[in-house]
């Protein structure tokens, strides 16, 4: 694979030093993109094994300053339409969206659903749910509460889940916003995940934590 000149750049950033959130992405800020607003990923490594039900850890977090992407939200309920209209939903319908997601046309990054379209959303699960849209109540998808969770999706809430090697990835927002605020962002995941510690989980938890931007390199940051 070709290097190009700016990956040549980042031969100046010292990757074997951990460091501080906020050291972290002010060292990484030389080496953004000047072509668009990356956004600052994070990747939080945690002594889990999912392949056990108490361990495969899942949940939605809303950030204190947001992710500052524009997330498109769909809901789909035939009694609440006027309700998700109201709270800033993009895509609103029943049957009819549940038929036009079937042949394929999904404009929406986040899915919300009344519990009684869950038994007809089961003719979409094969599209929606390797895309990671499937609505699931222990998320806070399913709801009769429309209003709360469309403002919750827009005003940055993010979901975290644990991958196979017990990796969990997200982005915290962009590299324009200040640096406290995305260290605020950082230690407000790292706050949860210590909140949703399995039981069973014995000794270190978090094992290693690592920041980069969408297109550069990464660093270590101190997982204490």
């Known amino acids: 694979m070709k290097i190009t000149k700016?990956?040549?750049?980042?031969?100046?950033?010292?990757?074997?030093?951990?460091?501080?959130?906020?050291?972290?992405?002010?060292?990484?800020?030389p080496y953004c993109s000047k072509k668009f607003d990356e956004s600052l990923e994070i990747a939080v490594r945690l002594a889990i094994d999912v392949t056990k039900a108490d361990q495969n850890i899942r949940g939605m977090l809303s950030l204190p300053n947001g992710t500052g992407k524009k997330v498109r939200v769909a809901v789909f309920t035939n009694d609440k339409q006027d309700?998700?209209?109201?709270?800033?939903?993009?895509?609103?319908?029943?049957?009819?969206?549940?038929?036009?997601?079937?042949?394929?046309q999904i404009d929406f990054d986040r899915v919300i659903a009344t519990p009684?379209?869950?038994?007809?959303?089961?003719?979409?699960?094969?599209?929606l749910g390797p895309k990671g849209l499937m609505p699931n109540p222990k998320l806070g998808t399913v709801t009769n509460d429309v209003a709360a969770a469309v403002a919750s999706a827009k005003a940055g809430q993010i979901e975290y889940?644990?991958?196979?090697?017990?990796?969990?990835?997200?982005?915290i927002g962009k590299m324009s916003f200040a640096t406290d605020k995305l260290a605020e962002n950082a230690n407000a995941l790292v706050e949860q995940l210590k909140k949703v510690k399995p039981a069973s989980v014995k000794?270190?938890?978090?094992?290693?934590?690592?920041?980069?931007?969408?297109?550069?390199p990464g660093l270590h940051v101190d997982a204490k």
């Open 83 to 104: 309700e998700a209209k109201k709270a800033g939903a993009d895509v609103i319908g029943g049957e009819d969206l549940i038929a036009k997601v079937a042949e394929g």
């Open 6 to 29: 700016r990956q040549k750049t980042w031969s100046e950033l010292d990757t074997t030093k951990t460091y501080s959130f906020a050291d972290a992405i002010d060292a990484l800020r």
């Open 116 to 127: 009684e379209m869950m038994p007809k959303m089961s003719k979409v699960a094969r599209v």
């Open 203 to 216: 000794g270190q938890y978090i094992v290693g934590i690592a920041v980069s931007t969408t297109q550069g």
């Open 161 to 171: 889940r644990a991958e196979k090697n017990g990796i969990i990835h997200a982005g």
